[in-house]
């Protein structure tokens, strides 16, 4: 199970963290993402970093490289998306994904298991 959490409304340019939560004691060998979806629009991957006993990598949408960052602790099982100098075009549901022994990608369909999302507004 993954549980997000830290969406909000912020004005432009201002940053946020989401973080998402999984139970599980395995944590260290998903590869976690993070993908959103705005009203009308299809799901978007965001960001997704490799499994902890891999050769560490990470993925970013080109609309995010630069301004996001995603992040992991396998100790408390979480994982996190540092969002700054956000925008009205970062709008959107945020969801967690995580995918077994995978590699980083940005479909979807790649990952077995989903977060219920959080909102994140960003709006003047």
């Known amino acids: 199970q993954l549980v997000e959490s830290g969406g909000g409304l912020v004005r432009p340019g201002s940053s946020l963290r989401l973080s998402c939560a999984a139970s599980t004691d395995k944590f260290s060998i998903y590869t976690m993402a993070w993908f959103r979806q705005a009203p009308g629009q299809d799901r978007q991957f965001v960001a997704a970093i490799s499994w902890s006993g891999s050769a560490q990598s990470t993925d970013y949408a080109d609309s995010v490289k630069g301004r996001f960052a995603i992040s992991r602790d396998d100790d408390k099982s979480v994982a996190y998306l540092q969002m700054n100098r956000l925008g009205p075009g970062d709008s959107a549901i945020y969801y967690c994904?995580?995918?077994?022994?995978?590699?980083?990608?940005?479909?979807?369909?790649?990952?077995?298991?989903w977060g219920q999302g959080t909102q994140v507004t960003v709006s003047s």
């Open positions: 994904a995580a995918q077994r022994l995978g590699v980083p990608g940005s479909f979807p369909q790649m990952y077995d298991d």
